[in-house]
C-alpha cells in the first residue's frame, strides 16, 4: 500500500522476528512491537501457553510493556504494529489504550477484529478512533502462520 513507510517495513519485520520466537516455543507465531516518536517502547509475542493466560497475545504484552515503560496506560501517539490482524481481545484494548495508528501485516480471516469479521475499530459509538494501516509484509506474516498451522495439522494426524 502506498502510505506504508521504510519504517514501517523495519519495524513488521523486527514484529515477524518475535513471532518467529513464538513459534519456536510451540505458540501461535504473532509478534507486535509499540513505538511511540521513533522509539520502540514495548515489545511482546503470543505466550498463553507459557504464561498459563488466555490474554498472553503478543499485542497485550506489548501493550503492557509500553505502559510499563511510559508510567502510563494511556498510549497516545503511539503505534501499535502485529503480523497479524488483532482479535476482539486486543482492538478492545487498542482503544482502551488510546494507540494512534495500528499497522498490521495479514489479514485473519477466523477471528480477525478490524476487517476480517467484527470491524471493530470502525464503530461509531467508540469513545477513541485508531487509525488502520494493513499489508505490511502481509506473505511473510500471512506465510509464517500458515506454516504453523499446516505443520500442527500434520502432526495430529
Known amino acids: 500500500m502506498s502510505d506504508h513507510t521504510t519504517a514501517d517495513t523495519e519495524l513488521m519485520r523486527r514484529a515477524l522476528h518475535l513471532a518467529e ?3 519456536e516455543q510451540g505458540e501461535v507465531p504473532v509478534g507486535a512491537v509499540v513505538v511511540m516518536g ?3 517502547i514495548g515489545e511482546g509475542f503470543n505466550q498463553p501457553i507459557a504464561h498459563n493466560d488466555p ?3 503478543a499485542e497485550m504484552l506489548a501493550l503492557r510493556a509500553a ?3 511510559l508510567g502510563n496506560y494511556r498510549l497516545q501517539d503511539a503505534s501499535l504494529y502485529v503480523t497479524i490482524e488483532p482479535c476482539i481481545m486486543c482492538c478492545g484494548a487498542l ?3 488510546r494507540i494512534s495508528r495500528l499497522v498490521f501485516a495479514a489479514r485473519e480471516m477466523r477471528a480477525g477484529a478490524v476487517v476480517s469479521n467484527a ?3 470502525g464503530s461509531s459509538w467508540l469513545n477513541h478512533r485508531v487509525q488502520v494501516s494493513e499489508g505490511v509484509l502481509a506473505e511473510e506474516c500471512g506465510e509464517l502462520m500458515r506454516a504453523f498451522f499446516q505443520g500442527r495439522r500434520q502432526r495430529s494426524q
Open 95 to 97: 482503544v482502551h489504550a
Open 55 to 57: 490474554s498472553a497475545h
Open 21 to 23: 520466537l513464538a513459534r
Open 67 to 69: 505502559a510499563k515503560h
Open 38 to 40: 521513533g522509539e520502540v
Open 119 to 121: 470491524r471493530l475499530l
